[in-house]
């Protein structure tokens, strides 16, 4: 299994929801990803997590927030999200950090 | 971090090799070159990495120059279905290890039939 599952594959949501999104992989890796890629722009780091510690913020507004339950799990918990936050957003993971990524292939979000 | 600089889109014909160019003058001595792709609709996929030495794998070829301040990326073969963002970057090994991966602006590459 070399795949990186992300849940749900779209999602609006209102600027006053609480959502969630998840991302699974099974492959023994330890250090998982998200990313944020807006349209016709490349993908902009949010979060590296290795062996479930936070291992990199890159200055991301506290309304998300991320959560590494378990090595095969990673959670992106969206509040009071704005309209400019609507956006694809992509976990990754590797074996170990500085190794390559396995991408997913995204949760479309739109915040109305 | 250091910075690459491709070209915004290219244009190849199926079935002709394609040379994807990237510039990085600024590399380090620990940095490693990645190439990335994203096809439309998907998440990038990893496409090969080196140091110093041309490297090749099932999907392409990676030339680097001596200097190490430019690299190729080579498609032998394009086909439809590798028409998509190929993007350079740079990654630091050396004692930062802070496994990020930070992407460029990318090349749109297009395959004509």
């Known amino acids: 299994d070399t795949e990186v599952t992300q849940t749900p594959k779209h999602l609006v949501m209102g600027m006053t929801n609480k959502k969630s999104l998840k991302c699974e992989q099974h492959m023994g890796h330890r250090a998982m990803y998200w990313y944020k890629q807006k349209a016709k722009k490349p993908p902009e780091l949010m979060f590296v997590y290795s062996y479930e510690k936070l291992s990199i913020n890159e200055s991301v507004p506290s309304r998300f927030s991320p959560e590494c339950p378990n090595s095969s799990l990673l959670n992106l918990h969206l509040h009071a999200l704005q309209p400019e936050d609507s956006a694809l957003y992509l976990c990754?993971?590797?074996?170990?950090?500085?190794?390559?990524?396995?991408f997913g292939s995204g949760t479309q979000l739109s915040v109305l | 971090d250091a910075k690459t600089t491709q070209p915004n889109s290219m244009e190849s014909n199926e079935e002709e090799p394609v040379h994807l160019p990237c510039n990085h003058s600024t590399i380090s001595g620990t940095d490693y070159i990645h190439w990335y792709r994203q096809l439309p609709s998907q998440g990038p996929e990893y496409v090969i990495h080196?140091?110093?030495s041309n490297v090749n794998n099932r999907m392409a070829s990676l030339a680097i120059a001596e200097d190490r301040k430019s690299s190729t990326l080579i498609l032998h073969r394009a086909t439809l279905r590798d028409a998509a963002v190929y993007y350079c970057?740079?990654?630091?090994?050396?004692?930062?290890?802070?496994?990020?991966?930070?992407f460029g602006q990318g090349t749109t590459l297009q395959v004509k039939p």
């Open positions: 080196g140091l110093t």
């Open positions: 970057i740079l990654r630091d090994r050396g004692s930062s290890n802070t496994g990020k991966l930070i």
């Open positions: 990754a993971s590797s074996q170990a950090l500085l190794e390559k990524l396995f």
